[in-house]
């Protein structure tokens, strides 16, 4: 399609903040690209000036820039058509759903599948090859199930969730509208409970249920575990990658985003919007407050207020992080000055 036919539909998204190139620069569009890796009839975008540099090495017909006169002129000295908003990573991804559809089977049952009669089934559901659905499972409307998926006694499913393939869904789960279980994940697992004895351990049984609110996302081979009372819940639009970690009890609020390896204790609990960076472990019973950042690698042991960013293990605010980390390099250099200092007391 032409990149003039693209601005209008991205409609509202593109606001009256947004510039655009001359209206003869009008490339045919065939598809989108990382910046780096476009061609010709390709559409790409540009965050901000660290990208700058990017503009004249693109192979790309078109660019979403941000509102930045240097880089538009760049562009258009390039003979590169623009669009320059405010946001250009949203517009981008807006952009990719004109040219991507993501596979999504028409509603049926596979011949394969298992499904316990007593199982209640909303309209247009998918469910595919080898699926096992137990007794008294609830599934909603538009519900995709991908092949081999495992659902538990008594789990319920909300409208339009996706589960992929391979996924397993534990008794006494929630599932809401509009969230995506992906491949190797499992939801509603017993969470890690056990009594120490004279013996060894005790089992403590798991009776409790996992909540996911509308809009989760939960990544491959990730894990929200289910604890001996009470609830594990996830709140409404959080998003997990890969290999995360939810043990029992854990309350995390809306709007969370949680990176790879990331690992939350028991009753942890989360504010609104927290993002937690790659492999960020969190100890038993902490608090984090909304707004909270924690950058890759960071271990918590207690609570972290709201709006605050730390850092290191064991965390501590960001800016002193920055500035121990400066000092860090230049240890070699202070214990040598230590030692000249050391010598010339000692004579």
């Given amino acids: ?44 975008y540009i965050e901000g000036a660290k990208f700058a540099t990017m503009v004249p090495k693109t192979a790309a017909s078109a660019l979403i820039l941000p509102r930045d006169e240097k880089l538009q002129q760049e562009a258009g000295k390039n003979g590169i058509a623009w669009l320059s908003t405010p946001e250009p990573r949203l517009t981008f991804a807006h952009a990719i759903r004109l040219f991507y559809n993501p596979f ?15 199982v209640t089934l909303g309209k247009d559901v998918y469910i595919g090859p080898h699926v096992i659905v137990q007794e008294g499972v609830k599934i909603g409307d538009n519900v995709c199930i991908q092949g081999n998926v495992v659902i538990y006694p008594q789990v319920s499913l909300g409208d339009r969730t996706l589960l992929h393939a391979n996924c397993t869904i534990h008794e006494r789960v929630q599932i809401g509208n509009d969230c995506v279980i ?92 927290v993002i937690l960076a790659g492999q960020v472990g969190i100890a038993n019973q902490a608090k984090i407050g909304d707004g909270a950042i924690a950058t890759a690698q960071t271990g918590i ?47």
């Fill in 104 to 118: 999504k089977p028409s509603p049926g049952i596979h011949e394969t599948a298992v499904i316990d009669p007593s």
């Fill in 182 to 273: 992906h491949s190797g994940a499992v939801i509603g697992a017993e969470g890690f409970g056990f009594v120490p004895v004279p013996e060894g351990w005790f089992k403590m049984e798991q009776s409790g249920y996992v909540i996911l609110e509308d809009g989760v996302e939960i990544g491959c081979n990730s894990a929200v575990d289910r604890p001996a009372v009470g609830t594990t819940r996830i709140g409404r639009n959080t998003k997990m990658d890969n290999l995360v970690h939810i043990a029992h009890n854990c309350q995390i609020g809306e709007n969370c985003v949680m990176a790879s390896q990331v690992g939350l204790a028991g009753g942890v609990t989360l504010g609104k919007r």
């Fill in 301 to 347: 042991p207690s609570d972290v207020a709201a709006g605050e960013i730390v850092s290191s293990s064991p965390a501590v605010p960001n800016k002193l992080y920055l500035k121990a980390s400066a000092i860090y390099k230049k240890l070699p250099e202070m214990y040598q000055t230590l030692k000249r200092l050391q010598k010339k007391l000692e004579e």
């Fill in 1 to 44: 399609m032409k990149f003039r036919e693209i601005i209008e539909k991205l409609g509202s998204l593109v606001s009256e903040n947004s510039l655009t190139t001359d209206k003869d620069n009008n490339p045919e569009i065939l598809g989108v690209a990382a910046v780096g890796e476009a061609q010709g009839k390709q559409l790409s």
